[in-house]
């Protein structure tokens, strides 16, 4: 790359991380592996789904109407997943798990997925 050509940083968001209420079948929060990693690390479900894309350097967007719960999904920096915790929570990213797969991205260089 020349000393001349302009860079960009491209800052990514992840929306409806907690699989909303309508979008994904599948309620992460409930999911065995998922809560045997909260209860391991005295956090909540919400909070191991939540720390996932932030360990990732993802910008995390959840919504939440319940008070608890606003407070637990901003406390997510006192703790770290492992790399074997942070493969259990990739193994969520099939159709079950990932609300927009982008299919029709499939074949684009930077195709995250
Ligand atoms: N930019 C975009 O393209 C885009 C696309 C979609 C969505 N969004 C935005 O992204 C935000 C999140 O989307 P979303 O609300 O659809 O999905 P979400 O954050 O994945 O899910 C929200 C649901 O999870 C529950 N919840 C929240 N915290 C929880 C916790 N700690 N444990 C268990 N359940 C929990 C909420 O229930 P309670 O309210 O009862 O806690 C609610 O039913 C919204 O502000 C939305 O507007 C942006």
């Known amino acids: 790359m020349s000393p001349s050509t302009p860079t960009c940083t491209v800052a990514v968001a992840a929306s409806i991380v907690l699989g909303s209420r309508v979008f994904v079948p599948a309620r992460l929060y409930e999911q065995d592996k998922i809560v045997a990693i909260a209860e391991r690390l005295g956090k909540t479900p919400g909070q191991v789904i939540l720390r996932y894309p932030i360990q990732r350097g993802l910008i995390t967007i959840p919504k939440s109407t319940n008070a608890g719960r ?44």
């Open 70 to 113: 606003i407070a637990q999904n901003i406390d997510l920096f006192d703790f770290e997943l492992t790399d074997e915790d942070m493969a259990t929570l990739a193994s969520f990213e099939n159709a079950r798990g990932r609300a927009c797969a982008f299919s029709n991205m499939k074949d684009h260089p930077l195709y995250p997925f």
